[in-house]
């Protein structure tokens, strides 16, 4: 394994992680990745969220800047791909102009198509930086702003972006994507029909004052070709009702509105959606307290295997039955609802077809966690390198996880269990909830991986402190699919 190698597998990397990569490319990746740690761990970066996580109830105005490995990402590495392989000239920085780069984000094609961006091209100093609005896109599922900033920021500058209408109501950000510090796209809520003008400010935080742009609109224009609809659609996987409120198919994105409920027993820690851990909402003497938020996105097709950290399956899923497409999930929402202490969600997926009149979507899998019959700890000394053989019994009525051992892998804690006891149930129908204590807080695990049908991996972040206690906090029982059919062309 050569440095060159690196290099081009490190380009080709969003290409596999997007699932785009021809055949060639990914038994390449997939050959580099088995030998190459860097790269496996630079992998892991680029399937993170690329629009960042708001804390549920006080939304915090986060940069464009942070989400980094966005579809721009990917356009830019087929060309730089293609140059290191091939050898051709460095032709491929035409396309590294803002607005046209950021309208080959395919999920804009039919806004492009239909002519429905409002155009700005107003420019304001910020500092030393010139920031540029190039055009807005108002639509029914989101408000998107197309911006650049010259000189291009560094990998440590942040800018921060807040947006208000004439009658007042400011607007939450959902988070940002771009590319060299230099171009970006970022996303806020969709905005209300009767805005007539809006402020969007920009702002570092570090220098005093702030760009401001007034900006005239009409989102009435856009709205007149999405369509709205409210299925009041509910099933119920006993205990656990499943409920679509709202549906939005925008020119740019499609989401589902849907909520979780289930019984205020005791004996329930909460509700994980799919391979994402369990909300819980803590109970106080006038209700539900704690509030949480998540935002998770499906990872790649090549890395869907029938075992490990990602399993098929597990995602929502979206068909066009009037064309007979399948529309690609890009994110999934939720939080805790602190009135009910139930969840609340949305579905993100690509924009639909507007001839498409039958939908049918499939909810990803329901883990019900529980709580173990009492509190059952486990504590030993944290390895620093290498591994050390472990003996403890985590169990759940039946079930039973056995530690075998503790390695440190990847700059990560590795723990190995044997489980034992599911029965003639899939591996994948129990799923653990293990933390570990570290600095007098409580960390969840970080990934967990089937082996195969009865040893698991679960990750941790290194632990600062030496003596570790391990806890297995809950267990989820996988609860059935749900199917709804929506009548889009109400």
């Given at each position: 394994?050569?440095?060159?190698?690196?290099?081009?597998?490190?380009?080709?990397?969003?290409?596999?992680?997007?699932?785009?990569?021809?055949?060639?490319?990914?038994?390449?990746?997939?050959?580099?990745?088995?030998?190459?740690?860097?790269?496996?761990?630079?992998?892991?970066?680029?399937?993170?969220?690329?629009?960042?996580?708001?804390?549920?109830?006080?939304?915090?105005?986060?940069?464009?800047?942070?989400?980094?490995?966005?579809?721009?990402?990917?356009?830019?590495?087929?060309?730089?791909?293609?140059?290191?392989?091939?050898?051709?000239?460095?032709?491929?920085?035409?396309?590294?102009?803002?607005?046209?780069?950021?309208?080959?984000?395919?999920?804009?094609?039919?806004?492009?198509?239909m002519d429905l961006f409002s155009e700005v091209n107003q420019s304001k100093k910020l500092g030393p930086y010139t920031i540029t609005v190039d055009q807005i896109l108002l639509d029914s599922a989101r408000t998107t702003v197309f911006y650049s900033v010259d000189p291009g920021l560094e990998s440590d500058s942040n800018i921060h972006i807040n947006m208000a209408d004439d009658k007042g109501v400011h607007y939450d950000p959902r988070g940002g994507r771009g590319i060299q510090g230099k171009y970006f796209m970022y996303d806020l809520e969709p905005v209300n029909l009767d805005v007539q003008k809006l402020t969007i400010s920009f702002n570092t935080g570090a220098i005093p004052g702030e760009a401001r742009f007034e900006i005239p609109v009409d989102p009435t224009i856009v709205a007149q070709n999405t369509r709205e609809f409210y299925p009041n659609l509910k099933k119920t996987i006993a205990p656990v009702e499943l409920a679509l409120d709202r549906v939005v198919l925008g020119l740019s994105e499609s989401i589902v509105f849907f909520r979780v409920r289930w019984p205020q027993d005791?004996?329930?820690?909460?509700?994980?959606?799919?391979?994402?851990?369990?909300?819980?909402?803590?109970?106080?003497?006038?209700?539900?307290?704690?509030?949480?938020?998540?935002?998770?996105?499906?990872?790649?097709?090549?890395?869907?295997?029938?075992?490990?950290?990602?399993?098929?399956?597990?995602?929502a899923d979206l068909i066009d039955q009037t064309n007979g497409k399948r529309i690609k999930l890009n994110e999934t929402r939720t939080q805790t609802d602190s009135v009910t202490g139930g969840i609340t969600g949305s579905f993100h997926f690509a924009p639909v077809d507007p001839s498409a009149r039958e939908l049918k979507l499939t909810t990803p899998p329901l883990y019900l966690y529980r709580f173990p019959d009492k509190e059952q700890n486990l504590k030993f000394d944290c390895p620093r390198q290498g591994e050390q053989a472990l003996n403890g019994v985590f169990k759940y009525g039946t079930v039973s996880y056995n530690i075998d051992q503790a390695v440190i892998e990847d700059k990560q804690l590795a723990l190995y269990f044997s489980v034992n006891g599911i029965g003639d149930k899939p591996p994948y129908y129990y799923r653990?909830?293990?933390?570990?204590?570290?600095?007098?807080?409580?960390?969840?695990?970080?990934?967990?991986?089937?082996?195969d049908d009865k040893q698991i991996k679960v990750f941790f972040p290194i632990p600062e402190d030496d003596k570790i206690n391990l806890q297995l906090r809950s267990v989820g029982e996988r609860l059935p699919e749900v199917d709804f059919e929506l009548d889009a062309a109400r």
């Open positions: 394994m050569t440095k060159y190698e690196c290099e081009i597998i490190k380009d080709l990397l969003p290409l596999y992680a997007d699932g785009v990569a021809s055949e060639a490319s990914l038994e390449m990746v997939e050959r580099h990745l088995a030998e190459c740690a860097s790269c496996r761990n630079l992998l892991n970066e680029y399937t993170q969220p690329v629009l960042a996580e708001l804390p549920a109830g006080k939304p915090s105005p986060q940069s464009g800047l942070d989400g980094a490995w966005s579809r721009l990402r990917r356009v830019a590495a087929v060309f730089i791909a293609g140059i290191i392989i091939t050898g051709s000239s460095l032709a491929w920085a035409s396309y590294q102009a803002g607005r046209n780069m950021a309208l080959r984000d395919p999920s804009f094609k039919q806004a492009e198509q005791p004996t329930i820690a909460g509700v994980g959606m799919g391979l994402d851990h369990p909300m819980y909402t803590v109970m106080g003497p006038n209700g539900p307290t704690s509030a949480q938020s998540r935002v998770s996105r499906p990872p790649p097709a090549p890395m869907i295997k029938e075992y490990g950290a990602f399993l098929p399956g597990n995602w653990p909830e293990f933390r570990i204590k570290n600095q007098a807080f409580w960390q969840e695990h970080i990934r967990l991986e089937l082996l």
